[in-house]
């Protein structure tokens, strides 16, 4: 069963800590992203990556940062986390291949309070 | 970025009636998308449209993908308590960008 996985179902953190939102996927597929979803607001895209090492910012990257040193791993940072990230956030892939682009497969999401 | 607006916000229903979402756009889209998001989990695609006009079922769920390339219609017959989730239509640009509309909340009562 093909699968996105992320680390964490919830997360508690205090202001100011750095945050390691981690994601793995075992479908081999190229493209990565994180959306954070809010009630009213959808999914906004926060950052995406096309290869291993690559990164591309999305809507909303201010505060953030990612890191993919692996195809099947993309992990998502928040330097000093700050009471306006709480919120759930969702890790998708796709693949680039023609009518994959769009077919995103999300893992389960990570709620994350900042307290 | 591009934004959807999705319609209703929120829908309550009884149980086996019809229900009805729609988005649309400024813009113009040559893909749209619809997902479904049951609680606790990710969004899971549903149905993609490809040309404007196409008209797309998969089971209960029918979609649209309208004329002018600006909107599209999900209709979901004959509702049953695990259609309960949020429904989300994405559309896909000519750069391969994707939007996400703002969600629909379905609520289906016994």
């Known amino acids: 069963d093909v699968k996105v996985t992320q680390s964490s179902r919830y997360l508690v953190k205090r202001t100011g800590e750095k945050v390691f939102l981690e994601c793995v996927q075992d479908m081999d597929h190229e493209n990565m992203f994180w959306y954070r979803q809010d009630p009213g607001l959808g999914l906004r895209l926060i950052y995406f990556s096309y290869d291993v090492k690559m990164k591309e910012k999305g809507d909303i990257p201010e505060g953030y940062s990612v890191s993919r040193e692996k195809k099947e791993r993309f992990s998502l940072i928040l330097e000093s986390a700050s009471t306006n990230q709480t919120s759930m956030y969702l890790c998708?892939?796709?693949?680039?291949?023609?009518?994959?682009?769009?077919?995103?497969?999300f893992g389960s999401g990570t709620q994350l309070s900042v307290l | 970025g591009q934004q959807l607006n999705q319609s209703p916000q929120s829908m309550f229903i009884q149980e086996g009636e019809d229900v009805s979402m729609n988005c649309t756009s400024s813009s113009i889209f040559n893909t749209w998308l619809w997902y479904k998001q049951d609680p606790g989990e990710g969004p899971v695609l549903l149905i993609a449209l490809y040309k404007a006009g196409e008209l797309t079922s998969n089971g209960r769920l029918t979609a649209q993908f309208g004329i002018t390339r600006k909107d599209s219609f999900l209709n979901i017959s004959a509702s049953i308590p695990s259609d309960v989730g949020i429904y989300f239509c994405a559309g896909m640009d000519s750069a391969r960008q994707l939007t996400f509309g703002s969600g629909t909340q379905l609520t289906v009562l016994p």
């Open positions: 998708a892939s796709s693949s680039p291949r023609d009518r994959g682009m769009e077919k995103l497969f």
